[in-house]
């Protein structure tokens, strides 16, 4: 199993504004940045896409999340409520209290009316920061055709902290994928 980093080794940036205005506050690791591999394969139940730009390099990947994954980044968004609120008065400028980051904070767990729960990063598909896929050997190889149709274990990068008047949350880069493709079974007999 891939244990999550130590939490107490994380600590926050300071707050920046990217060229297009966006806030975000960098997640530290002492040794580098925070980086995670889950330990087993994970499906994949949509296709990557970006829903309002249908041409984007940059898509919103889901993942049907492993209780290995919805342990860790419980603990993980835990740990980030409380410190943020600890910090808030230098980061978002005015003191805040859990309970008030907690309102609105946007989780990576999501679980739709319907009951089903599923686990959202961001993947670059083109560009300089495109997504590397690996085979099961350790080759690189070419992004699969359909995702679907796929089981990948992604390593993951905890970049930053998003921050919008309303709402927080991760965002977490999927830098690279170690994809194992299924075999697709006939449904007649």
């Not at 943020?84 to 230098?90: D, F, G, I, N, R």
């Not at 009316?113 to 599923?118: A, L, P, V």
């Not at 099961?136 to 796929?150: F, G, N, Q």
Request: charged fraction near 25%; proline fraction near 6%; glycine fraction near 4%.
């Amino acid at each position: 199993m891939s244990s999550f980093p130590s939490l107490n080794k994380l600590a926050f940036g300071k707050l920046l504004t990217t060229s297009k205005g966006a806030r975000q506050i960098p997640i530290l690791k002492e040794d580098g940045p925070l980086t995670w591999q889950p330990s087993d394969f994970l499906e994949i139940p949509f296709e990557p896409s970006n829903f309002s730009d249908k041409e984007s390099s940059r898509v919103n990947i889901c993942f049907a999340p492993t209780e290995e994954i919805s342990n860790s980044l419980n603990l993980f968004e835990s740990w980030l409520v409380k410190s943020l609120a600890k910090q808030s008065k230098e980061l978002l400028g005015q003191e805040q209290t859990e309970s008030q980051i907690r309102e609105r904070f946007q989780s990576s767990l999501k679980t739709s009316e319907k009951g089903w729960t599923s686990f959202r990063c961001k993947m670059n598909i083109t560009g300089r920061n495109a997504v590397q896929c690996w085979n099961l050997d350790k080759t690189l190889r070419s992004p699969p055709d359909c995702w679907r149709d796929c089981k990948i274990i992604p390593r993951l990068h905890f970049k930053s902290l998003y921050v919008m008047n309303k709402d927080l949350g991760i965002i977490i880069d999927v830098e690279h994928c170690m994809v194992e493709e299924l075999d697709k079974q006939c449904p007649f007999d």
